[in-house]
């Protein structure tokens, strides 16, 4: 049974006078929380064979954080499309890179993270929907279960099993 588990980056800052956004860095809480977020998916089981990652410096660093909890030898993809993109380019994407992988975690953006969460679960907990649906902080990471394959994944299909935030496992509120 596929599992998606969609990370949203860790806590950056705003955008300094000309710099790009794709540019931006994590913070002292951002880098604090990645981390957390990696011990939590090796504690839970929630262990991914690839990874799509957009290739922003935020996105890279939260992943650079959970990658020690990681199989060493997990393939991660930068994927250029996961910046800035909308629910059907993400859909594409995992279709497109997710064939060869039965547990797959995407590390993305918001509002792109956030939709796409909300989207897909068709069932689950329904505090937890209801959780998820009102709001995707930095670091935070859903787990959703689907029966079908990647190339046929829409909304509805999956199953919401986990939803977490950095202040489920102890630390600050995100954002």
Request: glycine share 10%.
């Amino acid at each position: 049974m596929p599992r998606l588990f969609l990370l949203r980056h860790a806590k950056s800052p705003p955008a300094v006078s000309g710099q790009k956004d794709f540019d931006r860095p994590l913070t002292a809480r951002g880098r604090e929380a990645a981390p957390a977020v990696g011990r939590h998916m090796a504690d839970e089981g929630y262990v991914p064979d690839l990874v799509l990652c957009s290739p922003s410096a935020r996105t890279r660093e939260t992943l650079d954080g959970v990658k020690p909890f990681l199989p060493e030898r997990v393939a991660v993809d930068l994927v250029r499309d996961l910046y800035e993109a909308s629910v059907g380019a993400m859909l594409k994407v995992i279709a497109t890179h997710a064939d060869r992988s039965e547990n797959l975690l995407v590390v993305g953006h918001n509002p792109s993270i956030h939709r796409l969460a909300s989207t897909l679960p068709g069932e689950g907990d329904p505090a937890l929907m209801k959780r998820l649906s009102a709001k995707f902080p930095t670091a935070s990471l859903a787990v959703i279960e689907f029966s079908g394959a990647w190339s046929d994944l829409g909304p509805g299909d999956g199953r919401l099993i986990s939803f977490v935030t950095p202040a489920d496992l102890g630390g600050p509120d995100g954002d």
